[in-house]
């Protein structure tokens, strides 16, 4: 979707004006990127009308740049379709506030149902109780468990011989006596909507009075989360979505088509399978994530959340001074191996997500390690002063930790060249910058 979406857009910023026919190709090649991501046909008939009728309008065709204009205007409208703003989770004035998981079978609401309870204990220091409510797979309840414990979240059970409403009815009942301020039920799902299941999720509704019904819907079923998405909102009228397995390759059309066919809101997107790897849904992030320009915003504040400000301050004084040494680099590889897994950082930089190079990029952490092993064997003068490893230092540096002489002077240039780079980008100047992940 984001190639086809970049080409039409690259061919258009190829030509200084814009005519109405360039309009219309860009718009046919949209269309079609859009319809390759199974986004719903209606949804994107609509959608290619809206964005035509604008873009044909004077606005494009008198304005100095058209293509930034037609980048404008596709964004924008992505977002429209995507519901604007962020809607948080529903919280009820008495406690607990009761969140229901629904989904087909593998969408991920077992796993999601452990990643918010993570998030809400440690964003809003709540009290979760989660209650196994699916009997049918031997394996779900202990899949439960398992979460529980790993973060440290109660999970109410009664093995799998008793009906789903009844575990529920004492779940609950557990819940207000512990005073838990949040629940979260899991529920079973089907490979496909069946009415057996829906009539156990009705009850369960019935019983709780949910105040959010999330439904989960794994992204990478692409036109068909959108059939299911209809069919679980059509019976349970859900209060929100979580779309699943949006790491790896981004299949944007289930976002895109979800909320415009249920009219729910996405609230979180589940981005990996680790139990962090739950985001809140931002329309505008999506929008720019489909149009190829990196989740610049997500990626910053990733950043952030590990990143002491005081340090990052100090690390741009010296990168302008061109004083950047290895002691920094230490401080900013620990920074980076906080951050998480390379790959997923470099994929959000704009441009790069879709860089042919970086496909399957793999930054192996064993590297970094070798990297930090070689700098610890520096003496304090050597990590001061990079600039003084002669031969004889670095035979000794490779020596002491272990690692071939050419690896030593490998490590010794490239930090070199990206403290070059630094001083360089700090100063405002931004060539070269290519050459920065490998090639
Ligand atoms: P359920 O049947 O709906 O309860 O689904 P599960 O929670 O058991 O998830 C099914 C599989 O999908 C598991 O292997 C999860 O680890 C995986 N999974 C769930 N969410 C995500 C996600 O956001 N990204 C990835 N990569 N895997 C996920
Ligand atoms: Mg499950």
């Keep these: 979707l984001t190639e086809r979406i970049q080409n039409a857009i690259h061919s258009l910023q190829r030509k200084g004006k814009i005519t109405e026919n360039d309009v219309k190709e860009s718009m046919r090649e949209i269309r079609l990127a859009l319809l390759e991501a199974d986004v719903n046909y209606g949804v994107v008939k609509d959608f290619i009308k809206t964005v035509r009728e ?26 429209k379709v995507m519901g ?8 009820s004035a008495k406690i607990p506030t009761v969140i229901m998981m629904v989904g087909l079978q593998g969408a991920g609401k077992t796993t999601t149902a452990g990643k918010l309870a993570l998030k809400l204990k440690n964003e809003q220091k709540a009290r979760p109780l989660m209650i196994a409510a699916d009997v ?34 004492q779940g609950m009942a557990k819940a207000q006596e512990q005073k838990n301020d949040y629940v979260l039920i899991d529920t079973a ?44 909102n059509d019976q349970l009228d859900v209060t929100g979505v979580v779309l699943t397995k949006l790491d790896g390759d981004t299949r944007g059309g289930a976002a895109l088509s979800i909320r415009a066919v249920t009219g729910k809101p996405i609230k979180f997107i589940g981005q990996g399978e680790k139990l962090t790897d739950l985001d809140v849904f931002y329309p505008d992030r999506m929008a720019s994530r489909i149009l190829g320009m990196g989740d610049m915003l997500t990626l910053i504040e990733k950043a952030q959340q590990d990143y002491d400000e005081q340090k990052a301050v100090e690390l741009q004084e010296k990168m302008k001074a061109n004083s950047f040494d290895f002691n920094d680099f230490l401080e900013q590889l620990a920074q980076v191996q906080k951050m998480g897994p390379m790959e997923d950082l470099i994929k959000m930089i704009p441009g790069m997500a879709n860089n042919p ?33 002669n031969p004889s230092r670095r ?37 070269g910058m290519e050459g920065l992940f490998g090639n």
Excluded: W
Excluded at 362 to 371: A, C, F, N
């Design 395 to 431: 035979r000794r540096i490779s020596a002491g930790c272990g690692v071939k002489i050419q690896d030593v002077n490998r490590m010794i240039k490239q930090f070199k060249q990206m403290r070059d780079m630094m001083g360089k980008v700090s100063n405002g100047d931004f060539s």
């Design 84 to 91: 604007e703003k962020t809607v948080p989770l529903n919280k």
């Design 189 to 232: 799902g089907r490979l496909q909507i069946d009415e057996k299941l829906m009539d156990e999720l009705a009850q369960i509704k019935e019983l709780t009075h949910p105040d959010e019904i999330l439904l989960t819907v794994d992204a990478m079923t692409g036109q068909n989360a959108v059939e299911v998405a209809k069919g679980f």
């Design 136 to 169: 049918y797979r031997p394996a779900a309840v202990d899949q439960l468990k398992i979460l529980g414990e790993q973060i440290d979240v109660p999970v109410f059970e009664m093995g799998t011989d008793v009906d789903p409403v009844e575990i529920v009815r």
């Design 54 to 79: 604008r873009a044909v309008g004077a606005e494009v065709l008198e304005s100095l740049t058209p293509a930034q204009q037609i980048v404008k205007i596709v964004n924008e409208e992505l977002v």
């Design 357 to 389: 190079a970086l496909k399957n990029v793999q930054v192996d952490p064993r590297d970094i390690e070798r990297t930090k092993a070689i700098v610890y064997s520096m003496t304090p003068e050597e990590r001061e002063n990079p600039d003084i490893l």
